[in-house]
């Protein structure tokens, strides 16, 4: 066959082959600079699964935990048509990927879209641009992200390669969190009690509890491996509240990838992922042919305790012949409570910024910050919450709680409809006091104000945010705050309160990570610098989904620049309509009247 192409080609005028090859020229030209063109379909809809011996039925996308990956290379574009025929409302968001000028696709319900209603379908146009290494979707509407979500794998363009050697093989290791009771009822329950939620019954890598779970060892995930064979691990944390670390025994780990980002080779023999993150790691099978356990082990830094203290599992195991004995067990996995292990590790997390990689850390700041972070309450009628003194936990971002407004930001912003939101989010907490105090429970701090405000950006400005850990209500914890929209430099991390004096001569603006998930320390700072060249609408939350629900979130709006190329993109002729059965959205409305 192959041998047979010139002598086709011979037969040919010279004039037409020279016309054929610069044709061929032109299609490679332009799949590697526009990039190619994928469509996928996904049907979101309930069906039974079993872990833990229990049997629930919950909805996915094409009946599968975790949901499909997809591979594209950088630069591509990809349209995701979802049909939704679970019983709810349902949008989905492309974690991690900036969507440039086209925030109609990005999938937070209220901000950027209304549901997708049960029976119908919706397109989403994915802009790949700068991303390269690993990213994920989930749903972003209740919490369905326990359930509908996925990897996205994006190779380096045509014609490019890693900044490593070739790895012979590569595996999506998902990170997620198993309910047996209806995640959809324990939120509605959690919402109209105001108390706090339900703890998951277990961890899952790629969908399986493992070994150290009831009713799970049949069904552990096993990743084969060659001896002397190196393997690139994608890394995802979906769990839904909790942070997770990832060993695996006898092996030695060397992260080179962050939220969809290069990061230089960092050699460790364990990781830190908080819900949000992803990670891509190297590992070479270069220990004896056996079996080794592969753990996802919490990490909680509260002072409640309360979370999953249960250890999910694989196993990392050997091909060839062996007298396999029980899978080997990790030594070097840091405790649930190892506080210094976490920071170690978030620290050692640096760009690449090689030629071929490089960074543009925003110098000349035009909009400055400063966000506290906190857990606290609102009033219910008669007290009758159960949260502390009969009121209703929440949690605010410069004391302001996030409401969902019934009509999207997105759709009120562009047509100009007033009502829905405010633009006065405060650009500094209302009060200064010490954030970080061992004791914070006296009303005039717990008590936190509800809204839907967004701070609005001109375009291109240069944006810092120093994000302030607080202990308000003694519930100091790291929250993992995520952006959409942009990829942002964590320029510095501190401990305690922000010394808006000293702190920023800490700031490493030669090689910061970038990234779009960054765990804020309990009881300290962090400080995150993007440019807004990117116009939309943009949600900004805690990735700890109760505490999202709880009202940890807001938005900015970027304005268009001057020109068509710096301005949003027109709406698709199609955009979900805001009168849906999503139970989040009627829910909320009610207890704002309520209140
Ligand atoms: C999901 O399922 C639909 C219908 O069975 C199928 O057409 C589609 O290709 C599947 N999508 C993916 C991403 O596997
Ligand atoms: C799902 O599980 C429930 C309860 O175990 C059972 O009643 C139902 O028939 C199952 N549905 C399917 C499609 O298997
Ligand atoms: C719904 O799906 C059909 C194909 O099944 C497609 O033609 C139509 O464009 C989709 N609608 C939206 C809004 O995506
Ligand atoms: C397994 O089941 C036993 C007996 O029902 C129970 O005591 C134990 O807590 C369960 N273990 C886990 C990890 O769920
Ligand atoms: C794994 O490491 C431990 C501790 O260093 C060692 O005792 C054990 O023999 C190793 N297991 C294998 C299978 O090499
Ligand atoms: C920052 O602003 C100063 C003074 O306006 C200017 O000299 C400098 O070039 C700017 N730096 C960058 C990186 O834009
Ligand atoms: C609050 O309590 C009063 C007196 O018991 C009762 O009349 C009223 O209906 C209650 N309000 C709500 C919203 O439950
Ligand atoms: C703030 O509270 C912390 C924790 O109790 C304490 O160590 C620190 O000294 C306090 N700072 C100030 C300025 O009072
Ligand atoms: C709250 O009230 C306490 C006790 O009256 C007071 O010491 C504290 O300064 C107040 N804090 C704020 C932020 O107003
Ligand atoms: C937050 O706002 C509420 C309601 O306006 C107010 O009572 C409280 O003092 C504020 N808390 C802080 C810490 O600013
Ligand atoms: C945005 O700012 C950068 C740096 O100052 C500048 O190079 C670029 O031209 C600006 N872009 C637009 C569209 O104004
Ligand atoms: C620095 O912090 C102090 C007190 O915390 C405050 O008064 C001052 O306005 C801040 N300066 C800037 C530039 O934000
Ligand atoms: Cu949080």
Redesign the pocket.
């Known amino acids: 066959m192959v041998g047979s192409i010139p002598t086709n080609f011979s037969i040919l005028p010279w004039s037409i082959l020279q016309a054929l090859v610069g044709m061929m020229m032109m299609i490679l030209l332009r799949s590697s600079v526009q990039g190619a063109v994928h469509y996928y379909d996904f049907v979101l809809t309930n069906s039974n699964f079993t872990r833990l011996c229990t049997t629930k039925s919950m909805v996915t996308v094409n009946n599968s935990f975790p949901g499909p990956t997809f591979r594209v290379r950088k630069g591509d574009t990809a349209y995701v048509n979802v049909y939704n025929e679970a019983p709810y409302g349902v949008t989905i968001h492309w974690h991690g990927i900036k969507q440039p000028r086209n925030p109609w696709s990005d999938g937070p319900e209220y901000v950027t879209q209304c549901p997708i209603a049960s029976g119908t379908n919706f397109t989403y146009e994915i802009i790949f641009s700068s991303e390269e290494g690993t990213l994920w979707w989930h749903a972003h509407s209740d919490w369905t992200r326990s359930t509908v979500h996925g990897a996205i794998v994006i190779l380096p363009a045509e014609g490019t390669t890693y900044p490593f050697p070739e790895p012979d093989a590569e595996h999506v290791i998902f990170f997620a969190s198993w309910y047996n009771e209806d995640v959809m009822e324990l939120m509605d329950e959690a919402l109209r009690e105001g108390g706090l939620t339900t703890l998951s019954d277990a961890y899952c890598i790629n969908g399986q509890p493992g070994d150290f779970y009831n009713c799970s060892r049949d069904d552990t995930y096993r990743l084969s491996v060659d001896y002397g064979k190196t393997y690139l691990l994608r890394l995802v944390n979906s769990v839904q509240n909790t942070d997770m670390f990832f060993t695996i025994?006898?092996h030695t780990l060397t992260v080179v990838g962050w939220d969809g980002a290069y990061v230089k080779p960092y050699i460790t023999d364990y990781m830190l992922i908080t819900p949000g993150q992803s990670m891509d790691v190297l590992v070479t099978a270069n220990?004896?042919p056996?079996q080794y356990y592969m753990t996802g082990t919490p990490f909680f830094d509260g002072q409640a305790d309360d979370f999953d203290k249960t250890i999910t599992s694989a196993i990392f195991q050997y091909s060839g012949n062996y007298t396999p004995s029980l899978p080997?067990y990790p030594?070097g996995s840091p405790g649930f409570y190892d506080i210094d292990a976490a920071k170690f590790f978030i620290k050692n997390l640096r760009s690449l910024n090689s030629p071929e990689h490089p960074i543009d850390v925003p110098e000349n700041i035009t909009t400055r910050m400063y966000m506290t972070i906190a857990i606290s309450m609102m009033k219910c009628p008669n007290d009758s919450c159960e949260g502390p003194d009969g009121n209703r936990i929440a949690s605010a971002l410069n004391n302001i709680t996030f409401a969902n407004p019934s009509v999207d930001i997105l759709q009120a912003y562009y047509n100009n409809i007033s009502g829905y939101y405010k633009t006065d989010f405060p650009d500094k907490p209302p009060h200064v006091y010490n954030f970080t105090a061992a004791s914070l429970m006296t009303d005039n701090v717990t008590m936190s104000e509800q809204g839907t405000k967004v701070k609005v950006l001109e375009y291109n400005e240069t944006v810092e945010i120093v994000f302030q850990g607080t202990n308000v209500m003694n519930s100091g914890e790291n929250h993992p705050m995520h952006l959409h929209g942009f990829r942002f430099y964590v320029v510095g991390m501190g401990i305690g309160n922000f010394d808006n004096v000293t702190d920023p001569l800490t700031y490493n603006l030669n090689d910061p990570p970038e990234a779009n998930t960054i765990p804020i320390p309990k009881d300290g700072w962090a400080t995150i610098r993007f440019r807004a060249n990117n116009p939309g609408v943009w949600f900004m939350h805690c990735h700890f989904d109760r505490h999202m629900t709880w009202g940890m979130d807001m938005a900015f709006i970027v304005k268009n620049g001057k020109t068509a190329e710096t301005s949003m993109k027109h709406p698709p002729a199609y955009m979900p309509p805001c009168s849906t059965d999503s139970l989040y959205g009627p829910l909320q409305a009610y207890l704002q009247h309520e209140d």
């Open positions: 025994a006898n220990q004896t056996s080997a030594t």
